[in-house]
């Protein structure tokens, strides 16, 4: 017999003993002992039954110990509870409980007990009276950790307050008040929780509060329940603070906390039918860093009730949305699955058409649209990795017996984890029995757009597809058709089977064939057959079978197949391969059910990043138990070069470990990496290398031993680099002792190192030794306004990352250095003529109407201005380049020259020799400023005008150009002389006795002042007259203005400038002064522009040519000829100078002319030498012609006073000291 029927199904026996005593008044059990055989039951206590009248009016009972092992419980658990709560009680272990209880006929009911569980202490006090029942229940500690499972909190502290009343059986009244003074749920512990709920004739009221600092929010909730659900309910939460990462509620990076206020009113809920709001206001989703913020400021959810059920409207700052339906997620994946089983018509084994669970029901409905503004919400707050170019939009019905629906959407492009996909947009569509989806779509496949479109029509069982697809180069084009349907195999398994029809698709101009095939899939087998792709003598073709057993496989055989287009269609980009790969590749399964695929490949002519690798070897296999794919590769370049690669590369890792053993190894692969720090990489390398790590996080380890040539874009210069070892470390690549050669045979040494965070933020910083290395040589660009070649010895020192470029090169430059700074760049700068002449009109002592040359037809020397450096135009915009930032520092020498272009059409420049120590920063975003004095050694100014009038004036030795910033405010300190070597003085009208007299006249160009508005002047020299001579020039040209007139006639025409025509007129003996000064005219022109070519043609900058023609007082027939020359030989020391010619002069004592001086410096700064000479002299008032030569050393020494002078030597022996 069993007293308690629910431990039949304890099935173990037990002994029961007691002491009892009867009489009127009372019934007494004392020391009840229930003992289980087997120890999975144990009790202990008695019993004390009052009795009036022969009734029990009063039961007391005292447990002292009730104990059922966990053996006892899970059957009766497993019979009466459900999960999880059965699965709970499983774990709970031994249950022990003592107390007491009080149980009169009338009156207040009393029970104490505690319970002790193998998961803690649960404390229990009630009363009840009636229909009315109180209750204390409380714990200090409950620990779940063993019930991870169950997704349960690991610990709970807790006490309750209940109150019940029960009168009213249908809609009984209640409270609670619960307060949770500890709760560990995924390893936080949250502390003060409370919860006060109140439920009184049907009306539910609760209040909760939590203060936690990562956890701190207030709800309110008041609601209407009939018969267990809600009739209405109105919800107010204010989340203070929620910090989900310290909470440990995900593992989403960037959401350290959340504050909003939500508001949800339901006044009515009637089956489907709902009516209410909800509004979600100032929610703020904080993260790290400003960036991470995310602020919704509008969420307005509106329901109401409709035709077809209940009519939900969603306006939110990201979107729009509205559903018309039944508010059912069930019945909406029923209806789906009723759709797609009478698209595929579903069968039995007896291939009768299965029912759906739908049939003879209202066919629910739903009709919906939604718009899709911005992602900021799925970006910044769900992790979602979506972006789109412009608004998604969707809308359609749905029926569920599938009589008719459509669902159509599309956006101008979207990219969801690195697949972008732009003009996208789908069209799903049904009516009857006939279903058709159009899918469109353009993506990016290699460099080319492609645009697929895929339809799906699905009849009568059968789904028949079609994939188009074009890219917009017409390169990649083609179609794929199938067709799907389910059938019944033999012994009854259902198959669902594609047959691939016949079709040809195009790849790269070239026309492939696609043969028909099937692939076939059932329970735990895939059949794949006559499937071939094929072109001339290329394939590949697919067949087997894949099942559980080992000895099936599927084939893929490949045959000239090129590795660089299939690489191309999963776009993987840090890398490119090309070669035709020929070889199989199977897949199976192995003993434990892991997939497996084994596949050899021969590449000939393999490339790696378009750098010839060699014949590949390829052996691969990949495991689905770990997920990996080990490589092993073996390229060999005709007996030149052998590259091996063995390792890994981890799919669910998503890392990689490879070993790379390079022997002459080519190193074209790197333009890839590093095109934009080093241009045109060219050598090999030999060593060891490891390629390592998580895909986003590649390191390296070994080291290389490399010999290569690269151009450094920072400065133009080309290098052959060799001699060399790097070390690789992580996030390292060393460089060690590499020895530089430039195109010249300059040598350099390069130390330093390329930092790198795992391929990504890539630094470098270089140093290089250089001797007689080339250190700089770019031409004029857009980014830099000068071009510049530099020699010399000195340092360099390279830094920078992508997008910057720092180069500090401090060197002494050599012979062959040369700066050029054009000036004229009309896209850039303003006008940039040095001189610019203006029409002057200036009254002569005396006009007549024959005159030769009118001073109003003369273009004069009135305005000089200069623009020899740049005036940015406002409106100008740079490009947006890498940033360039240069720093020299010179120790400017004689064998350097510094070029200035004013006029690169006309051949208007200056060129100059000197010395001193300059200081040069340039940003090709910003400035470029220079420091330092340059002193002038030697120079020369070309000058065209007009390009009719070209002279070479000569900068004198000495002159000085200062910069404290900006080049054009530098200031100026410098005199060039041009030399006219024959001249008449008569034009000056001096008097009959220098009539039959030429002499030499140097025209001086005095500049001073700022580089940007130089003070200009001119200036006459005659160094073969007498001073009294030059006493009488000076005072017939006495002002500036006369002084501008005089040289601008001797650059023009080759005389002076004639003031009285009245006493030159006996002189010229009838001849029109005109005539006479046009002949001189073209007599200079030609000497310039024959001076010209000849300079053009030599092209040497030791020697230099020119010619001079000049016509007498009488025209041609008394013209002068000269040739001139002058040139530097061993190493700039020895100085020659030669004026030869033919003139034709009564007065002279022979009508040849050898002027020559030779100068050899015996100190390089020149304060020694020897000079030996021979010049003609004409002597006027004798009216004779003369040469004199010369032979001797010639001293200089530069001082302020005597003391200096005597003083230099041993101030520079202190200073070498």
């Not at 009730?66 to 499983?90: C, F, T, W």
């Not at 070994?702 to 151009?711: H, L």
């Not at 030791?1102 to 023609?1109: I, P, Q, R």
């Not at 050898?1154 to 004409?1178: C, M, Q």
Request: charge should be neutral.
């Amino acid at each position: 017999m069993c007293f308690l029927p629910q431990l039949q199904y304890v099935g173990a026996s037990f002994e029961l003993s007691t002491d009892f005593n009867i009489t009127p008044q009372s019934i007494s059990l004392s020391a009840i002992d229930i003992y289980g055989c087997d120890g999975c039951l144990e009790l202990k206590g008695k019993v004390l039954m009052k009795r009036r009248d022969g009734k029990i009016v009063h039961t007391d009972i005292h447990a002292e110990k009730v104990k059922m092992a966990s053996e006892a419980v899970r059957p009766i658990a497993g019979k009466y509870l459900k999960n999880p709560v059965q699965n709970v009680i499983n774990y709970l272990g031994d249950i022990t409980l003592a107390g007491t209880c009080s149980l009169p006929s009338q009156g207040n009911k009393q029970i104490q007990a505690e319970i002790m569980t193998g998961v803690g202490e649960v404390n229990i006090s009630a009363q009840w009276q009636g229909q009315t029942c109180t209750a204390q229940i409380s714990s200090p500690l409950l620990d779940f950790t063993s019930l991870s499972k169950e997704k349960l909190p690991q610990s709970i502290g807790f006490k309750a307050d209940v109150y019940a009343d029960f009168t009213d059986k249908k809609q009984p009244d209640a409270s609670l008040d619960l307060c949770i003074e500890h709760l560990a749920y995924r390893g936080y512990a949250y502390k003060d929780i409370t919860v006060d709920a109140d439920l009184a004739q049907a009306n539910l009221a609760l209040v909760s509060q939590c203060t936690d600092p990562n956890l701190n929010l207030s709800v309110r909730l008041k609601g209407v329940i009939d018969e267990k659900q809600f009739k209405s309910l109105a919800l107010q939460a204010d989340i203070r603070n929620i910090a989900p990462s310290k909470l440990n509620m995900f593992s989403r990076q960037g959401m350290e906390n959340i504050s909003a206020k939500v508001s949800l009113e339901l006044p009515q809920i009637i089956g489907t039918r709902w009516s209410g709001t909800l509004d979600v206001t100032d929610f703020v989703k904080r993260g790290k860093s400003f960036e991470d913020t995310y602020k919704l400021d509008r969420f307005h959810l509106a329901l109401a009730p409709s035709f077809r059920g209940t009519s939900l409207v969603l306006d939110c700052d990201f979107g729009h949305a509205e559903v018309d339906g039944v508010l059912s997620v069930s019945s909406l994946m029923e209806s789906v699955q009723h759709i797609l089983g009478k698209a595929f018509q579903k069968t039995n084994s007896d291939n009768r058409p299965i029912i759906s669970k739908m049939s003879g029901r209202d066919w629910p409905e739903w009709q919906f649209s939604a718009t899709l503004f911005k992602t900021d919400f799925f970006n910044k707050v769900l992790n979602l990795p979506l972006a789109i170019d412009g608004p998604v939009n969707i809308e359609g019905n749905l029926r569920a017996d599938g009589q008719r629906f459509s669902i159509i959407g599309g956006t101008a492009g979207f990219d969801f984890k690195n697949l972008a996909v732009k003009d996208f947009s789908f069209y799903l569509s049904g009516e009857n029995d006939e279903f058709s989806c159009l899918t469109q779509g353009t993506k990016k496949i290699g460099k080319n757009d492609t645009r697929f479109a895929l339809t799906n029509k699905a009849y009568n069982g059968t789904m028949a597809s079609q994939l188009t697809w074009s890219d917009n180069a017409q390169k990649f084009f083609g179609q794929i058709k199938t067709n799907t349907y389910r059938k019944l195999s033999p012994t009854g398994q259902h198959i669902i089977s594609t047959d691939i029809l016949p079709t040809d698709i195009t790849i790269s101009d070239s026309t492939w064939l696609v043969n028909g095939g099937n692939v076939s899939f059932s329970d735990r087998r895939v059949d794949v057959s006559g499937i071939r792709i094929s072109h001339r003598d290329q394939s590949l073709s697919l067949g087997g079978s894949l099942t559980s057993s080992l000895q099936d496989s599927i084939k893929v055989q490949l045959h000239r197949i090129d590795v660089g287009f299939i690489l191309n269609l999963i776009n993987l980009q840090p890398v490119s391969f090309s070669g035709l790969a020929t070889g199989s590749i199977y897949a199976g399964k192995d003993v434990g059910g892991n997939f497996l695929i084994d596949g050899r490949l021969n590449v000939p002519d393999f490339h790696f990043n378009e750098g010839k690798m060699g014949d590949a070897a390829v052996n691969l296999k990949f495991n689905t138990g770990n997920k990996r794919l080990y490589i092993n590769a073996d390229m060999q370049e005709d007996q030149v070069s052998r590259t091996q690669v063995n390792g890994y590369v981890g799919i669910a890792e998503k890392a990689l470990d490879l070993h790379v053993q390079s022997q002459n190894t080519n190193l074209h692969f790197l333009r890839r990496y590093i095109s934009n720090i080093f241009g045109d990489i060219t050598g090999r390398t030999s060593g060891k290398c490891r390629i390592y790590g998580t895909f986003k996080k590649l390191d390296f380890e070994g080291y290389e031993r490399a010999r290569m040539g690269a151009t450094v874009l920072a400065t133009g210069c080309r290098y052959d680099v060799s001699d060399g070892r790097i070390t690789m470390l992580p996030g390292i690549f060393d460089f060690k002792d590499f020895t530089l050669t430039d195109i010249r045979g300059g040598r350099g040494k390069l130390n330093g190192k390329l930092k790198h965070e795992h391929l990504k933020r890539i630094t470098y910083d270089f140093a290089v030794e250089a001797n007689h290395l080339m250190a700089y040589d770019k031409d004029k660009d857009v980014d830099t306004p000068f071009s510049a070649t530099a020699i010399g010895t000195g340092n360099i020192h390279l830094s920078g990352s992508p997008g910057l470029i720092n180069a500090d090169i401090s060197l002494k430059p050599e012979n062959g250095t040369m700066i050029v700074y054009a000036v004229n760049n009309p896209t850039v700068f303003g006008d940039s003529t040095l001189l610019s002449f203006q029409n002057k009109v200036l009254q002569p002592v005396e006009a007549e109407t024959d005159s030769a040359f009118s001073i109003s037809d003369v273009t004069g020397i009135v305005e000089q201005t200069i623009a020899t450096l740049p005036q940015p135009v406002e409106d100008e915009q740079l490009p947006n380049t890498t940033d360039i930032h240069l720093n020299f520092l010179i120790d400017m020498q004689p064998e350097a020259a510094l070029k200035i272009i004013m006029d690169e059409k006309r051949g208007d420049y200056l060129i100059l020799h000197g010395s001193g120590p300059l200081r040069a920063t340039f940003h090709n975003k910003g400035l470029f400023q220079l420091f330092g004095t340059y002193t002038v050694d030697r120079g020369s100014y070309k000058m065209a005008i007009q390009d009719l009038i070209r002279k070479d004036f000569q900068f004198q030795r000495g002159g000085t150009l200062t910069f404290s910033g900006l080049p054009f405010e530098g200031d100026l300190d410098m005199q060039a002389v041009y030399t006219v070597p024959s001249v008449s003085l008569s034009d000056l009208g001096l008097g009959s006795g220098f009539s039959d007299n030429s002499v030499r006249a140097d025209c001086i160009l005095k500049l001073s002042g700022k580089a940007l508005a130089p003070q200009i002047s001119f200036d006459l020299n005659l160094p073969n007259v007498s001073d009294d001579v030059k006493q009488m020039v000076r005072r017939l040209i006495s002002s500036e203005e006369d002084m501008n007139m005089q040289i601008l006639y001797l650059l023009g025409i080759g005389r002076f400038y004639t003031y009285n025509f009245a006493s030159s007129q006996a002189a010229i003996d009838g001849q029109s002064q005109s005539s006479v000064a046009m002949k001189s005219f073209l007599s200079n022109t030609l000497s310039g522009q024959l001076n010209n070519i000849i300079s053009n043609a030599v092209g040497s900058s030791k020697w230099s040519f020119g010619t001079n023609l000049s016509t007498g007082q009488i025209g041609w027939s008394d013209m002068e000829v000269a040739g001139i020359l002058s040139g530097r030989l061993l190493n700039n020391r020895l100085l020659i100078n030669g004026n030869f010619g033919y003139r034709d002069r009564a007065a002279s004592t022979t009508n040849f002319v050898g002027d020559f001086d030779i100068n050899y410096l015996l100190t390089p700064d020149g304060s020694v030498n020897l000079k030996a000479y021979s010049e003609t002299n004409d002597r006027y008032f004798s009216k004779s012609s003369m040469t004199t030569q010369g032979i001797g050393i010639q001293l200089k020494r530069d001082f302020t006073n005597f003391r200096d002078l005597f003083t230099i030597k041993k101030k520079k022996r202190r200073q070498n000291k």
